[in-house]
């Protein structure tokens, strides 16, 4: 997502851009089976006395895979986004080199303010790491596969390991 920034001069001048971007290929992603939906986005744009502040909003509808019983699921992911962009009009000075790369921020060249990298790299740290269809998922048989959210199996659990067997002789014979 481009932005045309030439028409912010002042500090505390604005813009807000709002727009439904094409589904982002996500599908290679562990878990993410698909995208459902375009990826909205409305962002701030503010003309700092350093340089520019974005922050703004994304939503985005997924189809995910359960972490426990494997099924696919619709998950809405929403989220907040924002970084500030320095300008680089200028060489930095040897000294200051180092404390620009210890800087979290993102350096912008031109008119021009790219923030793909920041929705994409924000998308990423707001899929759940471990997504499940709901709450109190019961995940699958370990026996027969059996999804135990839909019904419930006669497979006994709490069968011991075979090669843990010699282990329980040890504490019986104590």
Same mark, same amino acid.
């Given at each position: ?16 851009? $709002? ?18 939906s ?17 922050? @703004? ?14 099924? $696919?699921f ?9 970084? +500030?962009?320095?300008p ?6 040897e ?12 350096i !912008? ?6 923030? $793909?990298?920041?929705i994409?790299e $924000? ?15 019961? @995940? ?5 596969g059996?999804?135990?959210? +839909? ?15 010699? !282990? ?7």
């Amino acid at each position: 997502m481009q932005i045309n920034i030439a028409g912010l001069k002042d500090d505390g001048d604005f813009i807000v851009v $709002s727009e439904d971007l094409r589904k982002p290929d996500l599908a290679e992603l562990p878990g993410i089976e698909g995208v459902n939906s375009p990826l909205s986005v409305e962002v701030t744009i503010t003309k700092t006395d350093k340089g520019f502040l974005v922050q @703004g909003e994304f939503q985005i509808e997924l189809q995910l895979i359960c972490n426990r019983c494997l099924t $696919s699921f619709k998950y809405q992911l929403a989220a907040r986004i924002g970084d +500030e962009y320095l300008p680089n009009w200028k060489e930095p000075a040897e000294n200051e080199l180092d404390e620009l790369l210890n800087e979290p921020n993102i350096i !912008l060249r031109g008119n021009v303010l790219d923030i $793909s990298g920041l929705i994409e790299e $924000s998308i990423l740290l707001a899929i759940p790491m471990k997504a499940t269809c709901q709450e109190k998922c019961q @995940g699958i048989c370990p026996e027969c596969g059996q999804v135990l959210n +839909e019904k419930t199996c006669q497979c006994e659990i709490d069968k011991p390991d075979l090669r843990l067997a010699p !282990l329980a002789d040890l504490f019986k014979k104590q």
